[in-house]
């Protein structure tokens, strides 16, 4: 299984951008797929998930405000859709793939794949 996230990139406060993970390999509609960040110096985070019935489980209340996800089950992708970028937003981005599908995975060890990560820069 092979997860290729694209999209990363440099913007200004406020901008967007379009992230994608497109997945091969594997039965794609039978994963959650979710997204992670991790930080300079910091521990890889959570952001927000898609589960298999194509339901979105946000890590936080701030997220869910700036950040939509999609998942497309005929071309093994997801997309990630996200507005109003911070500098705070900065950090690797990485989807992951995880199996689960009783409850929504959070934890890093919950997930069985994972891309290679694509940096997200916002300026002030």
């Known amino acids: 299984v092979q997860l290729q996230a694209s999209g990363g990139g440099l913007v200004t406060t406020g901008g967007f951008l379009r992230l994608s993970c497109v997945a091969s390999?594997?039965?794609?509609?039978?994963?959650?797929i979710g997204w992670f960040r991790q930080a300079l110096g910091k521990e890889r985070e959570f952001v927000l998930a898609?589960?298999?019935?194509?339901?979105?489980?946000y890590s936080s209340h701030s997220v869910k405000g700036r950040l939509t996800m999609s998942r497309d089950n005929v071309k093994n992708t997801v997309s990630l859709q996200m507005n109003n970028l911070t500098p705070e937003d900065t950090a690797v981005y990485y989807c992951?793939?995880?199996?689960?599908?009783?409850?929504?995975?959070?934890?890093?060890?919950?997930?069985?794949?994972w891309g290679q990560g694509t940096q997200v820069t916002v300026s002030s």
């Open positions: 992951a793939a995880s199996r689960i599908d009783v409850v929504t995975p959070t934890h890093p060890y919950e997930y069985d794949y």
């Open positions: 898609i589960k298999q019935n194509g339901d979105v489980v």
């Open positions: 390999g594997c039965s794609f509609s039978m994963y959650a």
